[in-house]
């Protein structure tokens, strides 16, 4: 059974369309990405799975029910955009209702929420309040509520937009640690961290499904991208190019190449590309397997 | 980990309930709102009801509104066992209904605002939100209600230790009449604070609600009076007036008036609360 099932799914607030006409069908597994420019429906989606809105056309089901039915309930949890908790109570009071309404005893509930907050590094606030906290870890604690009980599926909006680089790869690593278990969908502008994260990438714009990509199609990809430190750009084409296999070398940003090959031609092309810096003394920055994930989706 | 019990719909509705009353004990801004409310109770029962209730026991008072008002207006007044208890209804009558629209404007507008719901429906179904957000402001007002007719009680036995199970017998009858009129307050409340963003918005419907109804059933009144007639009693608390001159078991008799208002209610903002955006 598909965990997310969308058909011919359009919603629109007045006279403007902020979904159209998408459909998608997810399984689960790996964290899956949605991507797309601001005011590409993103939220908009995700509102729509977790039933805060209803359709204005087609259909949305979420392991064969309806959102927002009895049967999904403690099932599917979500990281909302802009929404926050309420502001005159403390978190681990806030964090045992939504455990109790969750089937948990009042024990079971404040354990909970004590085992959340400590997975996002918030064992030291339990007792405060929300407006007593710095926009980071008001976000690290709202994620933190999307991972009471056993969710199978958690809808995180924008989970680490405001976190300093520490605590986003913290948040990185926990979606990393759960994903055996659960099922992400990830809303981000941060490509880098969606390619490290997901395997699958749906692409919306202007309300519209896009092209879906898969990170692990890079394994079977004839692409190599290679980020340099220091080389002689002219040089590095033209050497790249001459060796057997590649068909093209292009230059993406200042310093990152993607080479397209023949893999039925070449075999060792990665020995090869690291002989000829050895050669010319250049410095690699990184080197990666097929193509990134901003040159998949825009170019 | 997994629930302990499957959650259902009535034990949710309970839980939120009781939190509404949490809130209300287990917070300052709670107790603060508690402290402000017995204050205006303290005084409204050390002055008005206090020396009114000392009025009511004399004569030449007795004559006078009979006098003024008529032999039947409000006759009843003067058979209540404890005057104190009289001047407290007539007060409670008004000033509840009064408290009920200010006490639950926030049932929902603040939360839905700021997408606290949102945390709330991935747990619970609407009807537990709706029914529990409203069984808990009506726990706020019975604690209210329950805790101004125990100062009443304490009032009159302060003034005659024989009148203590009579003022009890009547306050508890009080706080059933009252507690039936609160429901279509609250129902209605609980709509306009689905609509409104903030707990004031709400009031302030409920303020341009109550005037235009009462505008509109006055122009009708004047065209077709006897549509007037019926549609008067749609607006909640249309039987006030008339509750003035009952006491005890015999004001019961207007309690269907405010329990239809209430199903009414309740419906309509059940499938509001379901259809609506969060």
């Known amino acids: 059974m598909s965990l997310i099932k969308c058909e011919q799914l359009s919603k629109s607030y007045g006279s403007k369309q902020a979904l159209d006409n998408v459909s998608i069908e997810l399984k689960s597994g790996s964290p899956i990405a949605l991507v797309g420019p601001n005011g590409a429906g993103k939220t908009t989606l995700f509102s729509l799975l977790c039933g805060y809105l209803l359709p204005s056309s087609g259909s949305v089901t979420i392991m064969g029910e309806k959102p927002g039915s009895q049967g999904l309930l403690g099932k599917v949890s979500s990281l909302p955009q802009d929404a926050t908790l309420d502001p005159n109570l403390n978190l681990i009071s806030q964090f045992i209702l939504f455990g109790t309404l969750q089937g948990l005893s009042a024990k079971a509930a404040r354990d909970e929420g004590q085992r959340v907050l400590t997975l996002v590094g918030l064992a030291d606030v339990i007792e405060q309040k929300p407006q007593s906290l710095s926009h980071g870890m008001s976000k690290r604690a709202s994620i933190a509520q999307a991972l009471i009980g056993s969710p199978q599926l958690v809808l995180l909006d924008e989970p680490t937009a405001g976190l300093d680089p520490a605590n986003a790869k913290v948040v990185r690593d926990l979606v990393k640690s759960l994903s055996a278990n659960i099922t992400f969908v990830i809303s981000s502008h941060n490509l880098d961290e969606l390619e490290k994260l997901c395997d699958q990438v749906i692409y919306l714009d202007k309300g519209k499904l896009g092209r879906e990509v898969s990170i692990q199609d890079n394994l079977t990809d004839e692409y190599i991208t290679v980020s340099m430190q220091t080389c002689d750009k002219a040089q590095f084409i033209n050497d790249i190019e001459a060796l057997n296999g590649v068909n093209s070398v292009t230059q993406r940003q200042d310093d990152e190449f993607l080479i397209h090959y023949n893999a039925d031609d070449v075999n060792d092309l990665e020995i090869q590309l690291f002989q000829l810096f050895s050669r010319n003394s250049w410095r690699y920055r990184a080197i990666l397997k097929g193509r990134s994930l901003e040159d998949k989706l825009f170019s | ?278």
Do not use: C
């Open chain 2, 1 to 278: 980990m997994e629930p302990h019990t499957t959650p259902s719909m009535v034990k949710n509705t309970l839980i939120l309930a009781k939190f509404e009353l949490k809130k209300l004990l287990f917070n300052p801004r709670g107790l603060i709102s508690l402290f402000a409310f017995a204050l205006v109770w303290l005084l409204i029962l050390l002055y008005p009801v206090r020396s009114a209730s000392s009025f009511l026991l004399t004569e030449e008072f007795k004559l006078l509104i009979s006098a003024a008002f008529g032999e039947s207006s409000i006759n009843e007044l003067f058979k209540w066992e404890v005057a104190e208890m009289a001047i407290f209804w007539i007060a409670a009558l008004y000033l509840f209904p009064l408290f009920s629209i200010f006490v639950s404007a926030d049932q929902f507008s603040s939360d839905k605002h700021r997408g606290t719901f949102r945390f709330l429906t991935l747990r619970t179904g609407r009807d537990s939100i709706f029914f529990g957000r409203f069984t808990g402001h009506m726990l706020i007002q019975s604690l209210l209600l329950i805790l101004t007719i125990l100062a009443t009680v304490i009032l009159a036995i302060s003034r005659d230790m024989s009148l203590l199970l009579p003022a009890l017998t009547s306050g508890a009858l009080v706080f059933i009449n009252v507690f039936i009129i609160l429901l279509p307050y609250t129902a209605m409340m609980a709509i306009l604070s689905l609509y409104a963003n903030t707990a004031r918005q709400a009031t302030i419907y409920a303020i341009l609600f109550w005037a235009i109804s009462a505008i509109i059933i006055a122009i009708i009144n004047s065209q077709l009076p006897s549509l007037a007639e019926l549609l008067q009693w749609v607006l909640p608390g249309a039987q006030l007036s008339m509750m003035i001159n009952t006491q005890g078991l015999g004001s019961l008799a207007y309690a269907p008036i405010p329990l239809i208002q209430a199903a009414v209610l309740l419906f309509l903002g059940r499938n509001y609360m379901k259809r609506s955006s969060l």
